[in-house]
Each structure stands twice: as structure tokens, then as C-alpha cells.
């Protein structure tokens, strides 16, 4: 059981460049998200998604778009990088609401650096 | 918008001593969550409270509804409790399944 695991673990981008960020997991949660954690700031909500085919906008969605065509996979894309999105992008799943213990569990991060 | 403030920003405290860290809310919650992240960065969900209080190993967390107010505590802390404590709270699923919003964290230092 891998639990949430994210590719790649680094990546350096040129300004205007478009990539995808991947996030899968193994145990088979509905919910899945994705933050972006810089300094000085807390982790802010970018997208999250509550089961396959159902998207939606979180705090700071402008520049990014996501996907959900399966439970375990959830990518984040970058449409044309920004030195403004240089941070580190984690991605967490949670338990259905169904469960009595709603524990978030949180992949390892990508840093990313746009130049 | 949810405002969620943490303090102290930093803590260093000796070996063996006991640790609190706050966290309040501007509005009505569902679930508090505290998180842990390590040097290295990987972050781990240590609890979820609605109410009343949590126990786990050194670690005691508890909240205050009404005073929309959370404490972490760690007693006889150890340096390998140093890392960074997040507070995060989910406005409308206990899980935060649409996501949490989150304090800026505490770096707690414990020294040998």
C-alpha cells in the first residue's frame, strides 16, 4: 500500500512552459486535493475533487487546471508557467464522509521552480 | 473567509518540557485538524477534533467550540518533536474533503 504518491519530486520550468504534476493513490479515498505551501504563508487549496468526474475550485485556482477520470489518479496542470507559481504543490486524499475518522493523508510534495 | 492564526510562529524550548501551541478560527467550523511536518517536508495528520479532546502518546489536543480556540500540547517533549505544527479547519465536510484552510504553522526547536 503506497498510500499517495506524487511525481516528480522536483522540477525546474522555463516561464511559459505547461506540465503536469501527478498524484495517484492506492487506497481508493473519494476525496482528493491539491495545495500549494510557500513561505511565510500556509498551504492554500488550488483544486479538490469529491469522486471521479467531479472537479472543483478552491481558494487559488487561476493558472492551474485538474482532472479526475479515475479514483486513484488526480493531476494538477500547469496551462503556462509563472515564476509566481514557484512553490512546493502537495496533494492529499481523505476518507469518504461516510467514515467516523475523516484523517487526511498528504503525499510527499513536488518543488517546483519557474525561471 | 476563514482567518486561521497560530501562536507562537516559533517555539524553542529544553528537553522535557512541556509545549503549547494555540490555533484560533474567525468562523464556525466542522473539524480542527493538527498536522506535523518534518525538515524534509512530509506532512502527517496527527488529529481531528469536533470537540472536547484528544490524546495520543505525549501528544493532548483540544478544542474550544464556543471560543472557536485549539491547543496542542506535547509533554516531556523530545528533540525529535521538533518539526513544524499546523492547524487547519474544514468549514463544511468533517474531513475537510473540500479541503482545509490553514494557519501558517509553529516551528517548535527542542534542544537536548
Known amino acids: 500500500n503506497a498510500g499517495v504518491t506524487q511525481t516528480p519530486k522536483f522540477q525546474v520550468l522555463k516561464t511559459g512552459q505547461s506540465m503536469t504534476l501527478q498524484c495517484a493513490q492506492d487506497m481508493n479515498h473519494e476525496y482528493m486535493s491539491w495545495y500549494r505551501q510557500d513561505p511565510g504563508m500556509g498551504l492554500r487549496l488550488i483544486h479538490y475533487s469529491v469522486g471521479a468526474g467531479i472537479t472543483d475550485q478552491g481558494e487559488v485556482p487561476n493558472g492551474y487546471n485538474v482532472s479526475r477520470s479515475t479514483t486513484e489518479d488526480f493531476p494538477l496542470r500547469l496551462l503556462s508557467a509563472a515564476p509566481s507559481q514557484t512553490s512546493v504543490y502537495f496533494c492529499?486524499?481523505?476518507?469518504?464522509?461516510?467514515?467516523?475518522?475523516?484523517?487526511?493523508?498528504f503525499g510527499p510534495g513536488t518543488r517546483l521552480t519557474v525561471l | 473567509k476563514n482567518e486561521v492564526e497560530q501562536s507562537p510562529q516559533n517555539l524553542t524550548a529544553q528537553e522535557g518540557e512541556f509545549i503549547t501551541i494555540n490555533c484560533s478560527y474567525s468562523?464556525?467550523?466542522?473539524?480542527l485538524h493538527w498536522l506535523q511536518q518534518h525538515p524534509g517536508g512530509g506532512i502527517v495528520s496527527l488529529f481531528m477534533?469536533?470537540?472536547g479532546k484528544k490524546k495520543h502518546g505525549r501528544l493532548i489536543a483540544t478544542i474550544n467550540i464556543q471560543e472557536k480556540h485549539s491547543s496542542l500540547h506535547i509533554t516531556a517533549s523530545h528533540p525529535r518533536d521538533s518539526a513544524v505544527y499546523i492547524c487547519a479547519v474544514s468549514l463544511y465536510s468533517g474531513g475537510g474533503a473540500d479541503g482545509l484552510t490553514f494557519g501558517k504553522g509553529t516551528h517548535l526547536i527542542i534542544q537536548p
Open positions: 468562523v464556525g467550523i466542522s473539524a
Open positions: 492529499a486524499t481523505v476518507i469518504s464522509s461516510g467514515s467516523s475518522y475523516n484523517e487526511q493523508f
Open positions: 477534533l469536533s470537540s
